[in-house]
T-cell receptor
């Protein structure tokens, strides 16, 4: 089991560019989530999914899109990058709503 | 929505001493409280969790206590070792079925264990 994998590990974008952060898990988990981590602010939920085809907004969804076409993958799309989106992004998954959440290694994104 | 506050933001202890990190939450619907350890350059890793029907849980040198009435929970690490040095996050979640895992995190405590 690779667990939760994220690519890329590092990315630099210019303002206005778009990109997709990839997240995959091989544990057959139904629940997947995206968080951003900023200094002094902990982790904040961006979007989450309770299964293939089902997504919902978290605490800070503006500027991000998600889709869940398969159980394994949950990509996060930045439509038009802004400097305020400079952050470390973590993907997480869990088997069910009451279970342990497993985090990926993170993607460090810088928007210039 | 839920608001989780965590204190202290930094904590230094001598090796062998105990460390205590405290969190408060605002939403009485929260019923699941995990603690995560994050080492430099890595994602958070669950170290212990507690549910609202339990007041205390222990796993070797780590324990968590929960006071539902006061809406606070604490992480206790005894006999600290240098490898315990990391950032620790508390979280709270309402864990309502079929509404997703909405976790609300504290702002983190940077623990340094001095050899």
């Amino acid at each position: 089991n690779a667990g939760v994998t994220q690519t890329p590990k590092f990315q630099v974008l210019k303002t206005g560019q778009s990109m997709t952060l990839q997240c995959a898990q091989d544990m057959n988990h139904e629940y997947m989530s995206w968080y951003r981590q900023d200094p002094g602010m902990g982790l904040r939920l961006i979007h989450y999914s309770v299964g293939a085809g089902i997504t919902d907004q978290g605490e800070v969804p503006n500027g991000y899109n998600v889709s869940r076409s398969t159980t394994e993958d949950f990509p996060l799309r930045l439509l038009s990058a802004a400097p305020s989106q400079t952050s470390v992004y973590f993907c997480a998954s869990s088997y069910s709503w009451g279970d342990t959440q497993y985090f990926g290694p993170g993607t460090r994104l810088t928007v210039l | 929505g839920e608001n989780v506050e965590q204190h202290p933001s930094t904590l230094s202890v001598q090796e062998g001493d105990s460390a205590v990190i405290k969190c408060t939450y605002s939403d009485s619907a929260s019923n699941y409280f995990p603690w995560y350890k994050q080492e430099l350059g890595k994602g958070p890793q669950l170290i212990i969790d507690i549910r609202s029907n339990v007041g205390e849980k222990k796993d070797q040198r780590i324990a968590v206590t929960l006071n539902k009435t006061a809406k606070h929970f604490s992480l206790h690490i005894t006999e600290t070792q240098p490898e315990d040095s990391a950032v620790y996050f508390c979280a709270a979640s309402p864990q309502i079925p079929n509404t997703g895992n909405q976790f609300y995190f504290g702002t983190g405590t940077s623990l340094t264990v001095i050899p």
